[in-house]
């Protein structure tokens, strides 16, 4: 299998924009998470999917943020605006199964936010 | 509340060294999930081990090996005779059952000398 999918690999926009982050999960994975990555706060989950259905989207900072799955080969991480503070990297990950099977990670994207 | 605790921030050693990084972990629950994870400057994360609350045998594989201790609750990773590929960022993670959720400790930085 090709693995989790992400793109773009690397983002770089003006405050104020929109930005669309893009994963492809692992065939046959149930589980799609978005993870966010900083110097200061470390890895945090910001949403996760089972089977589609948003599970658990209490890590998403504002509203600023959202997050689809319109199907099982994809899924959307918006920000919009997006504001420096927004700078990170994101990533995503699919598990055939729940918190007990390990999760497979992409690449990530790296957002810079100017 | 679940947490996971690794005090290392950063550890740098010359290479053939052995090196452990330590995981301390906090769970109220009986049925729980340990997980090591590698990011290699590269970005991507990579899945090492999983183990399960019930089985404290220690795992070794290579020149990787894992002390799981409940009494104490760690989980601690040993790298026995390091090499230059061995750098990179570990996450010591928890996962408790019937979550789907993984929660990852801060991440230790290793750097292994030349």
């Known amino acids: 299998d090709a693995g989790v999918i992400q793109s773009p690999r690397h983002e770089v926009t003006e405050m104020g924009q929109e930005v669309t982050l893009r994963c492809k999960p692992i065939s046959g994975h149930d589980y799609l998470f978005w993870y966010r990555q900083t110097m200061m706060r470390g890895l945090e989950l910001l949403i996760y999917?089972?089977?589609?259905?948003?599970?658990?989207d209490s890590g998403m900072p504002e509203d600023r943020f959202s997050a689809k799955m319109p199907n099982a080969s994809f899924s959307t991480l918006k920000i919009q605006p997006s504001e420096p503070r927004d700078s990170a990297v994101y990533f995503c990950?699919?598990?055939?199964?729940?918190?007990?099977?390990?999760?497979?990670f992409g690449p990530g994207t790296r957002l810079t936010v100017t | 509340a679940q947490k996971v605790t690794q005090a290392q921030t950063e550890i740098s050693v010359v290479e053939k060294e052995d090196v452990t990084l330590d995981c301390v972990y906090e769970t109220r629950d009986t049925t729980y999930y340990l997980f090591w994870y590698k990011q290699p400057p590269s970005g991507e994360l990579v899945f090492l081990i999983r183990?399960?609350?019930?089985?404290?045998q220690n795992e070794i594989s290579g020149r990787y090996s894992w002390n799981f201790q409940k009494s104490t609750s760690s989980f601690n990773f040993t790298i026995t005779a390091s090499q230059v590929v061995d750098s990179a960022v570990y996450f010591c993670?928890?996962?408790?059952?019937?979550?789907?959720?993984?929660?990852f400790g801060k991440g230790t930085r290793l750097h292994i000398l030349p």
């Open positions: 993670a928890l996962s408790e059952a019937g979550d789907d959720k993984i929660i």
């Open positions: 990950a699919s598990s055939p199964d729940r918190g007990w099977s390990e999760q497979y």
């Open positions: 183990r399960n609350s019930f089985d404290e």
């Open positions: 999917f089972n089977n589609n259905v948003p599970i658990d």
